[in-house]
């Protein structure tokens, strides 16, 4: 049920919503440690260059667009369209998805406030998925192997990774054979969200394309993004003329 194409060859997946929950059961079942990416258009050029970051995306379970220039760009390179997903919906989805098969669920991140008040929302949000353990972010090297043996001994069918951890998507590929058959998801507001700290980017302004100007608005340095902007158009238009 997915379709993985390449944009300006880096692997971008197909996957239609409703058939969301047989691929995320079927990813579950793989052996082993498993990892779902959003992939942001800035994310793709960095998986443009020979990195980790590369390397995880390509060996990735799943990999989800959520920007709208990701789309473009594989219509103009007559590339068959992907789904684009709101990150906090395809989150919101899978837990879904995961609580009506009784899966259970590990989070990784945020401060203890917020991690706490995440969690109690969460339970009370899906009260038949079990979370079978929590650590907050922001934690020292020393202490890391406990988290990891924390999460190995829990097992949860799902480790939601929020802020607090410095890696992000890196976090779970650089330790994969330390873990038992986890799929790990990073997304950095979840937990922000989830215990209402953060507002989530509105509905129709994401549809639009334009949640940048919302970042922008929180962070004015983000105005240089417009410069890698301009850098994935001229990336594109070589892979046209060199397909040509």
């Not at 829990?154 to 992000?168: D, F, M, N, R, T």
């Not at 989830?194 to 507002?199: G, K, L």
Request: charged letters at 25%; hydrophobic letters at 45%.
């Amino acid at each position: 049920m997915i379709q993985r194409i390449d944009v300006c060859g880096v692997p971008v997946d197909i996957l239609r919503p409703e058939n969301l929950d047989q691929e995320i059961l079927e990813i579950l079942a793989k052996p082993g440690t498993k990892q779902i990416m959003f992939l942001s258009v800035w994310n793709l050029l960095r998986a443009r260059r020979k990195n980790d970051y590369a390397e995880a995306l390509r060996g990735a379970d799943l990999i989800i667009p959520v920007s709208k220039s990701i789309l473009r760009g594989a219509k103009f390179l007559k590339r068959d369209i992907p789904v684009r997903y709101n990150p906090f919906d395809a989150v919101i989805s899978i837990l879904s998805i995961l609580e009506s098969h009784f899966k259970s669920l590990y989070l990784l991140g945020g401060n203890r406030k917020t991690l706490l008040q995440a969690e109690s929302n969460l339970k009370s949000t899906y009260p038949e998925l079990h979370i079978v353990g929590r650590c907050v972010g922001y934690f020292s090297k020393n202490a890391e192997a406990d988290v990891i043996q924390a999460i190995y001994k829990a097992q949860p069918s799902l480790v939601l990774v929020s802020e607090g951890i410095k890696e992000k998507d890196l976090w779970s590929f650089h330790r994969k054979n330390q873990f038992a058959s986890s799929i790990f998801l990073y997304y950095r507001d979840a937990f922000g969200i989830f215990s209402s700290r953060i507002q989530r980017v509105n509905p129709k302004t994401f549809e639009r394309g334009h949640e940048v100007f919302i970042e922008v608005l929180h962070n004015p340095f983000k105005i240089f993004l417009i410069f890698p902007y301009i850098w994935y158009n001229l990336v594109l238009l070589w892979y046209k003329i060199r397909k040509k």
